[in-house]
């Protein structure tokens, strides 16, 4: 709401007992690029893909500029003092579990809101529809590039990449098509407009799944360990055009465990643990001087 | 009467074998395309995710159905709708639409559960991707799962409609025994002239038994066709 492209407030997500995100708050400027670190299990696919809503939030709000993506989450706009303090009074009489305690907050608050009357929810709903977008049209706008490509098995590259576009009506077919070529061109591919995914080496999916993000002519483009899947020798490539996509001005936060891109690329490097964002600060900071010692101990692991 | 007579009797009566084979082939080719579409249309509402009430419902009516289907002889089914449609229109159609409805709603509870299977088997990241790119659910299951969950399933299909062109034959005992009027279906036909020429029985029943096998080798050999096709379609 504030300036940022994207931004997610008070992020909680919950696999059925499992808390994996347990508070995550951030905001991405136009143009910035973020670089999402951390173990496995710390969380950060699952807040990339709240960001998007792949993955619903339990609680908590992510915002795309103006508009919301998920429902109102009352705690965030007011009362959020007087919940944590419930929160903490709760936890300290009871020390039960963080999920139990913040149902029980929900249903204070509903009552909270039958005493406060019609006024409030009508102040609720209304804020809602001012901000809500779909999130389909919301989707449109955010470009997502996968560990494993996941490219359209039945469709040639060339359809993969003008499906949405038309489909969404957001383009002509030939206005699609030429762009899609276009963007082909700029990554040399332009032999297998007409080929299909199952032919392709891991390196070339992956371009291919990034200019297709492009093809929607997103405003920020999320990337969940987009080298991950490949064979070494051809995660230099994916890097490269997302180097040259950083260059032109893109927004990007990319899920990785690229250090040397990070160091290059990045803008704001977040370090999470356990479901929360443990450190952030530009590349120098965080891998010359981290400051906790879980990012401490990661680093070292990794460099 | 000799062998050769009743080859001379069989040749006699190729016209009418012709016509009850085409009558068989036209209630298996209906159904057939009736089954695929409750098919398609049971697997989505199985698969959908359960968020709203509606969804819920039509996923309750849908398993209802394939269990009841699934779980009830195709005779008793038959014999049901015939009755019915005695009992509604007080009279017994003669024509071929009966026959269709019936096995067509037999094969799509048998297709939805084809089609489901194949729906499951399409990798998740494929929903994943058309979802992050904008398309609805629907229309990313439409444009980029259903036809691979298709590709995945079509010897599973064509065993199906293998079974539905054989089960046809059930259609002759309507026939014999409950609507002299209905049109006459391959095996009918085969059992009312050898029950006319009882020395032909056997004779009847082997020519109607070779067609049968003529026609499903006809179709393996379609299924195999379109399957080489759909290969090479990604090479």
């Known amino acids: 709401m504030n300036g940022d492209l994207i931004e997610i407030r008070g992020l909680y997500k919950y696999f059925g007992k499992l808390q994996v995100l347990k508070g995550v708050s951030c905001g991405i400027k136009k143009g910035e690029k973020v670089v999402v670190l951390g173990a496995s299990g710390s969380g950060k696919s699952t807040m990339l893909r709240c960001m998007n809503l792949l993955e619903r939030p339990t609680y908590g709000e992510v ?109 002509t077919k030939e206005e699609a098509t030429a762009q899609a070529m276009e963007l082909l061109g700029k990554i040399g591919l332009t032999d297998k407009a007409d080929s299909y995914p199952s032919t392709l080496s ?100 990794v460099l | 009467m000799t062998f050769a007579e009743k080859l001379a009797k069989l040749w006699d009566l190729r016209g009418l074998f012709a016509e009850s084979l085409g009558y068989s082939l036209l209630i298996a080719f209906g159904a057939v395309v009736l089954g695929f579409i409750i098919g398609v249309i049971l697997a989505v509402i199985r698969i959908a995710p359960k968020k709203n009430p509606v969804i819920k419902i039509l996923d309750g009516i849908a398993v209802t159905y394939i269990t009841v289907i699934r779980g009830t002889p195709t005779l008793v089914q ?18 071929l639409i009966v026959p269709i409805i019936a096995f067509g709603i037999n094969s799509g509870a048998y297709m939805a559960e084809i089609i489901r ?41 064509f065993n199906e409609i293998i079974i539905l062109v054989k089960e046809t034959s ?39 038994a070779f067609l049968y096998l003529a026609v499903v080798m006809l179709l393996t050999a379609l299924q195999h066709l379109i399957e080489r096709r759909l290969k090479k379609n990604e090479r």
């Not at chain 1, 303090?85 to 936890?91: A, Q």
């Not at chain 1, 936060?253 to 250090?259: F, K, R």
């Not at chain 2, 629907?138 to 599973?156: C, F, G, H, L, S």
């Open chain 2, 117 to 157: 299977s194949g729906i499951s088997s399409v990798d998740a990241g494929q929903m994943e991707a058309g979802r992050s790119l904008g398309l609805s659910w629907i229309t990313t299951m439409r444009r980029i799962v259903i036809p691979q969950a298709i590709k995945t399933t079509v010897p599973t299909i």
């Open chain 1, 63 to 171: 915002w795309l500029q103006d508009n919301l993506l998920t429902p109102v989450d009352p705690y965030l706009h007011e009362d959020i003092i007087k919940a944590s303090r419930t929160f903490k009074k709760i936890k300290a009489a009871s020390g039960k579990d963080d999920a139990e305690i913040i149902t029980k907050i929900k249903k204070e608050d509903l009552l909270h809101e039958k005493r406060e009357g019609a006024e409030y929810s009508r102040l609720m709903k209304e804020f809602y529809k001012a901000h809500y977008l779909d999130e389909n049209l919301a989707r449109a706008k955010i470009g997502m590039v996968f560990q494993h490509f996941n490219l359209f098995n039945n469709l040639t590259v060339l359809q993969n990449m003008t499906l949405a576009p038309v489909q969404l009506k957001l383009k």
């Open chain 1, 202 to 301: 891991g390196g070339q999916k992956q371009r291919i799944a990034i200019v297709r993000s492009l093809c929607m002519d997103p405003q920020v483009m999320l990337f969940d360990e987009p080298t991950s899947a490949l064979d070494p020798e051809m995660v230099g490539e994916v890097l490269d055009l997302m180097k040259r996509l950083a260059d032109d001005g893109m927004t990007m936060i990319v899920v990785t465990h690229e250090i040397g891109f990070a160091r290059e690329v990045a803008d704001k490097v977040l370090f999470m643990a356990d479901g929360v964002i443990a450190e952030s600060g530009t590349p120098s900071e965080v891998f010359d001087n981290p400051q906790t010692l879980r990012a401490q101990q990661f680093l070292s692991s």
């Open chain 2, 78 to 95: 038959l014999l049901i709708l015939y009755s019915s449609v005695l009992v509604i229109f007080k009279s017994m159609s003669t024509n």
């Open chain 2, 170 to 208: 059930v259609v002759s005992v309507i026939a014999l025994r409950v609507n002299w009027e209905q049109k006459w279906d391959l095996l009918g036909m085969a059992e009312k002239q050898g029950l006319a020429t009882p020395a032909c029985y056997i004779v009847f029943l082997f020519f109607a």
